[in-house]
């Protein structure tokens, strides 16, 4: 029986054996708005990127599939990387200096330097300001806009500290984030599957790419600086409705079991199960019976699970892919958090804004539409209920600080866990990045 179904039954994902060609990979380049898109129509696209691109998959009549999707990014980037070359060599970005607060109707010099550096990178697509005193009218607030969004700020429209700091950014150290992330993206294992999820952990989102087009995009909260979201690739193999959460057991030993020192109430408040041989054992431990004090850290003969509900930090749904880091995609009750700009918060699990959305698209692209009546269902009650995939789906954590859109505008992230920092080391000429792109 085809369909994705809970416990016994699943769904078989089907392959699609799209024929890619390197000469048709490159996009038509948008006119308008868009950020510098008439010099990266004007930028000369070098031969190599394309052509040596060492991880396509071999289809059976011998050709390679090239994902369409991953193959417009590597030509958006090279682009900008060029063009962002143009603009060192030509002195750079105008420094702007101010301790004001720069918004809707202020007058003032910086107003005027603000309009300038906004032009260098055509958020503005003219310099509005061809006065030393000049306006910040809605002309600029809009570019200004486009310059919080494209570097992950609050999208407020005002220049505070942070939009400040990221207008202040030189050229030269965009160019070398950009030329980085080229090495990465090119490098990117989805570029060799018909269909996947990857997850842009410092860009905080998801997509799900089937044959060359983005299906879904959906906002991620990842793990905080202390407890770093992994760069891997791995498949999804089932997905989990009303799932329990198994509590790691530096979680458990470093911040419940002093809690359940202080109130012996604490786990049965918190719908929580002490368990003794397996986190998915039935047989129950009496937490009484334990020294809570004595509990040392990443020390623990026992499992602590939450049990389903409201206030489960999983939420509603799980979606699993084994690997060592025991990391998975979740959804989790606190939603308020998807409103934050900066949004590495978790203890390095993916939580996702929209839980179901994805297993929505797999079922949707299966026509299977009775599977989703299940998945309803499911919600709907307080068990447990796991579905499977018969094929695996193939899904991507990345670290692209550094990329260009399909709206042709280039983004800057920050680099959350220093590791850009790391790879462009202090002497430029011997840098590793400069070693890989020569």
């Given at each position: 029986m085809k369909g994705l179904i809970s416990n016994a039954l699943s769904t078989k994902i089907k392959h699609i054996t799209l024929h890619a060609t390197l000469a048709?990979?490159?996009?038509?380049?948008?006119?308008?708005?868009?950020?510098?898109?008439?010099?990266?129509?004007?930028?000369?696209?070098?031969?190599?990127?394309?052509?040596?691109?060492?991880?396509?998959?071999?289809?059976?009549?011998?050709?390679?599939?090239?994902?369409?999707?991953?193959?417009?990014?590597?030509?958006?980037?090279?682009k900008a990387i060029n063009w962002y070359t143009e603009i060192v060599n030509s002195g750079g970005f105008t420094p702007l200096y101010t301790n004001e607060l720069l918004e809707l109707g202020s007058t003032s010099k910086a107003v005027s330097q603000l309009a300038m550096r906004l032009y260098q990178e055509r958020d503005l697509t003219r310099n509005v300001c061809d006065t030393v005193v000049c306006t910040f009218d809605k002309t600029i607030e809009q570019a200004v806009q486009q310059f919080q969004r494209r570097h992950g700020l609050k999208v407020d429209g005002r220049v505070g500290k942070r939009t400040l700091a990221k207008l202040n950014v030189p050229a030269k150290e965009k160019l070398a984030k950009l030329k980085l992330n080229f090495y990465r993206i090119t490098n990117f294992a989805g570029a060799s599957d018909s269909q996947y999820v990857y997850v842009n952990i410092p860009e905080y989102t998801l997509r799900y790419v089937k044959a060359g087009e983005v299906k879904l995009q959906n906002n991620v909260i990842v793990g905080k600086p202390s407890w770093e979201t992994p760069a891997f690739s791995d498949e999804i193999e089932k997905f989990v409705v009303n799932p329990q959460w198994r509590i790691p057991t530096s979680i458990a030993t470093k911040e419940i079991a002093p809690k359940v020192a202080k109130d012996p109430q604490y786990l049965a408040k918190n719908n929580i199960e002490v368990r003794k041989n397996s986190y998915l054992d039935s047989n129950t431990v009496n937490p009484s019976n334990i020294d809570w004090q004595a509990v040392k850290p990443y020390q623990f003969d026992h499992f602590l699970v939450k049990r389903a509900g409201d206030e489960n930090p999983l939420g509603e749904v799980k979606y699993l892919f084994p690997n060592p880091e025991a990391i998975y995609v979740h959804d989790t009750?606190?939603?308020?958090?998807?409103?934050?700009?900066?949004?590495?918060?978790?203890?390095?699990?993916?939580?996702?804004?929209?839980?179901?959305?994805?297993?929505?698209?797999?079922?949707?692209?299966?026509?299977?539409?009775?599977?989703?009546?299940?998945?309803?269902?499911?919600?709907?009650?307080?068990?447990?209920?796991?579905?499977?995939?018969?094929?695996?789906?193939?899904?991507?954590?990345?670290?692209?600080?550094?990329?260009?859109?399909?709206?042709?505008?280039?983004?800057?992230?920050?680099?959350?866990?220093?590791?850009?920092?790391?790879?462009?080391?202090?002497?430029?000429?011997?840098?590793?990045?400069?070693?890989?792109?020569?």
């Open positions: 048709g990979c490159v996009s038509t380049i948008l006119t308008g708005q868009a950020l510098g898109s008439a010099e990266l129509e004007s930028v000369a696209l070098a031969n190599s990127s394309l052509t040596t691109y060492n991880s396509q998959q071999q289809l059976q009549n011998g050709e390679y599939y090239f994902d369409q999707n991953a193959a417009q990014l590597i030509a958006r980037t090279e009750p606190a939603k308020q958090r998807f409103n934050q700009a900066q949004r590495a918060l978790s203890h390095g699990c993916i939580r996702v804004e929209e839980p179901f959305s994805l297993a929505r698209e797999i079922i949707k692209h299966q026509g299977e539409e009775h599977t989703l009546k299940q998945v309803d269902k499911a919600r709907d009650t307080d068990t447990t209920q796991t579905f499977y995939l018969n094929e695996p789906l193939p899904i991507h954590l990345v670290y692209w600080t550094a990329w260009v859109g399909e709206d042709m505008l280039v983004n800057f992230r920050d680099d959350i866990y220093q590791h850009d920092t790391k790879a462009l080391l202090k002497n430029e000429e011997q840098s590793v990045i400069a070693a890989l792109i020569k």
